[in-house]
């Protein structure tokens, strides 16, 4: 079995206002780095559109037709002072969800080792019925209940190490007892949940604060002394990866001092627990990353480790 790269050319087409982080230039700057040689055996499929009723597993039907109905015509209409909409957005988001879906069906039949999503908007910041930082679908929590709910899984497991807390798939998540979600991620910052006591309806969750300017030896320190042990504790069918690379020392948006290292050894630890757990059964997923050249090394470096550990 190998790594399954999922992408779609939909989402070139969800456009933001400019200067915006979250830009198109993002999904570029990934596929240019994936574009190399080192990566012509990285096997690649078309991300489907996600049915709806695979996106209101999470959330309500309504939502799902406010957000389709918020499309402009023409042009970018603002949903909140971050959150932007353009008429390609809405299938763009379904892109998301539906690589996100395709590949862990993929990983889950046998049909890949693991498997990385390059689509756009991100949807971790997504809650049940509020759209907000850049997000519109809680993409990786969608894949979750899909998992638990069509798969038949008993367990899942999300780690999300984007610098960022990720308030969406918590909410998503909060209530449900199979799936553990564990954040690593800067506080205070953007959304300003994630505290150390937001551990969920079931103890499902579990936070880890890291204070500016951590760098990648306090962040190792985490995921070997908490993250990962509680997450090998959970023993998951399947870990689940919010894979955002705005805590690299680069990023405009944050103050972490993580290293490209850093995310290959964080890389190769979650692959080292799901050896033990779930047989390798990795799906990562693209979150933030706003330094494009961060971005496009720290993706690529990422793949490395995951096309090594899914042969």
């Not at 997000?135 to 899984?153: E, W, Y």
């Not at 909060?174 to 300003?192: C, D, I, K, T, Y």
């Amino acid at each position: 079995m190998t790594t399954l790269l999922f992408t779609h050319p939909d989402c070139r087409a969800h456009l933001t206002p400019p200067g915006h982080p979250e830009q198109v230039a993002r999904l570029a700057a990934v596929e240019e780095a994936l574009a190399a040689a080192e990566f012509s055996s990285l096997r690649r499929a078309e991300a489907p559109l996600a049915d709806i009723a695979e996106i209101t597993r999470c959330h309500p039907p309504e939502y799902v037709e406010a957000i389709r109905g918020a499309l402009p015509r023409q042009g970018i209409a603002s949903l909140d002072a971050d959150t932007h909409v353009s008429p390609g957005s809405f299938d763009a988001a379904r892109r998301a969800v539906g690589g996100a879906i395709a590949a862990t069906g993929a990983v889950l039949e046998g049909r890949a080792g693991n498997a990385f999503v390059a689509c756009r908007p991100p949807g971790h910041h997504a809650e049940t019925a509020r759209p907000m930082g850049f997000c519109l679908f809680g993409t990786v929590a969608i894949a979750a209940k899909h998992a638990l709910q069509r798969h038949g899984l008993s367990r899942v497991a999300v780690i999300d190490f984007d610098v960022h807390h990720g308030n969406g798939t918590q909410d998503l998540l909060w209530n449900e007892g199979r799936a553990f979600f564990a954040s690593s991620h800067q506080m205070l910052l953007f959304p300003g949940s994630g505290a150390t006591d937001e551990t969920g309806a079931c103890g499902n969750v579990l936070n880890v604060p890291l204070a500016p300017e951590t760098a990648g030896a306090e962040m190792r320190r985490a995921y070997e002394g908490e993250i990962l042990p509680a997450v090998e504790d959970f023993a998951p069918g399947l870990i689940l990866v919010s894979a955002g690379f705005d805590a690299h020392r680069a990023d405009p948006l944050a103050q972490l001092h993580w290293s490209t290292d850093d995310f290959i050894w964080l890389t190769e630890r979650i692959c080292d627990v799901a050896d033990r757990v779930c047989a390798g059964r990795i799906v990562s997923t693209l979150e933030g990353g706003y330094d494009l050249d961060a971005l496009g090394e720290s993706v690529a470096a990422h793949l490395r480790v995951l096309m090594e550990r899914g042969r």
